[in-house]
């Protein structure tokens, strides 16, 4: 700008002969604006550098970083602020970070609450894979509701079976679920169809797969199955079941690991991915 409005008052210093000097100076006006505002900008430019070059300052840790003097007043911040927790790990002291969750050893009920939903479609793959099945299955995405296809041999140009996994650790399967499911063996035309739980069925359910030939598998029953198999076999099942970062969940839409956040106000946490933003609930019990 005070390029423009020199050049714009130097050139009116020449024309002062000229037949359109009435013309150009009306432009006067204008080309002194041009040169004030162009010396403030410069001004402000070189207050700000001479802030920038101030070599004091330090980085200060944030308080919803530290845990070490938890507040005992009601926090100011809005009940849709998150915290997120990776974040908050980076900078917690290195002996405060909270620790991975222990790698088990050995085949017990707590490992299916352990294990998030795609390592649990996983192990639940390999184990009738084991049995003689040939499977296919896919990692996220639309499935149809089908999570394990199964085959009679190693072609696989023939459905023969179907199955659906549900990693739930509380919640019980209800008759909503088999129906649903019972819905999708009648329209492939298969005969074989499997229901699988780390939970439990409800009386009503167990009734509604047992009148149309749907085998139920909860959590004691793939325990004893798992543990039917050789000890080798069962290490290799327990490999595949923690494998990675097996208690981080996988987000169902797009495969990516996502990251636990919490709500600053009613302290409830949820999963939520970072490349397209599907949330999921995640387990409130401490230490989950």
């Not at 707590?110 to 390999?126: G, K, M, N, P, T």
């Not at 509380?170 to 005969?191: Q, W």
């Amino acid at each position: 700008m005070l390029a423009i409005g020199g050049g714009g008052l130097l050139a009116l210093s020449f024309l002062q002969n000229s037949p359109l000097t009435i013309m150009f100076m009306a432009l006067r006006p204008w080309a002194w604006l041009a040169v004030a505002l162009g010396a403030f900008l410069l001004g402000l430019q070189a207050m700000s550098t001479r802030r920038g070059g101030d070599s004091s300052w330090m980085p200060v840790e944030p308080s919803f970083g530290s845990r070490r003097s938890p507040s005992t007043h009601r926090s100011s911040q809005p009940a849709d602020v998150l915290i997120d927790d990776d974040l908050r790990d980076r900078w917690r002291p290195p002996e405060r970070a909270e620790a991975a969750v222990a790698r088990p050893t050995a085949w017990t009920q707590a490992v299916f609450d352990l294990i998030e939903w795609r390592r649990f479609e996983a192990l639940c793959e390999a184990l009738l894979q084991q049995e003689g099945w040939f499977t296919a299955s896919q990692a996220f995405g639309a499935d149809g509701g089908i999570d394990i296809r199964l085959y009679g041999d190693a072609s696989k140009s023939q459905l023969s079976g179907i199955v659906q996994c549900k990693n739930w650790s509380r919640k019980k399967i209800s008759e909503v679920p088999i129906r649903e499911f019972l819905g999708l063996k009648t329209d492939h035309g298969v005969s074989t169809a499997l229901f699988i739980t780390s939970s439990s069925f409800l009386p009503g359910a167990v009734d509604l797969a047992a009148r149309h030939d749907i085998v139920w598998v909860d959590g004691r029953g793939l325990l004893a199955r798992i543990l039917a198999q050789p000890v080798e076999v069962q290490q290799r099942l327990l490999a595949v079941a923690t494998e990675g970062e097996f208690w981080r969940p996988t987000c169902v839409q797009c495969g990516t690991k996502m990251t636990l956040k919490t709500n600053s106000t009613n302290a409830s946490r949820f999963w939520v991915c970072g490349r397209c933003s599907h949330k999921m609930p995640a387990r409130q019990e401490v230490g989950a």
